[in-house]
């Protein structure tokens, strides 16, 4: 079986924590934002899962049971809502809307 290093999992869980960070910060796309958000969720989720190896610990895994259970729930009504303002303003771009400054 392969073995990997801690440290390998960690520097592959902040690359991918920094990808989605850039996403996050240089995208206008709703949709595009909500995924890079996923992409984040799960970055933590392999330092926990890495943590909980290391430590012969559970509770690393159990946090990311939770973690994925409240990730679900969230892209479920974020994707809701982006279909809502979708069909209001025709756009999803964050530059356009501006519902709630008026």
Not at 70 to 82: D, H, R, T, Y
Request: net charge negative; proline share 1%; with cysteine.
């Amino acid at each position: 079986m392969l073995q990997v290093e801690p440290w390998m999992m960690l520097s592959f869980s902040a690359l991918i924590f920094l990808i989605g960070l850039v996403g996050l910060i240089c995208r206008r796309n709703v949709i595009v934002i909500l995924m890079c958000i996923e992409i984040m969720l799960n970055a933590v989720n392999l330092t926990f899962v890495t943590f909980s190896h290391v430590l012969q610990d559970m509770g690393g895994q159990l946090s990311v049971f939770f973690i994925i259970v409240v990730a679900a729930a969230e892209s479920s009504v974020g994707l809701g809502l982006i279909i809502a303002m979708f069909r209001t303003l025709r756009t999803v771009d964050t530059d356009e809307i501006q519902m709630l400054k008026e």
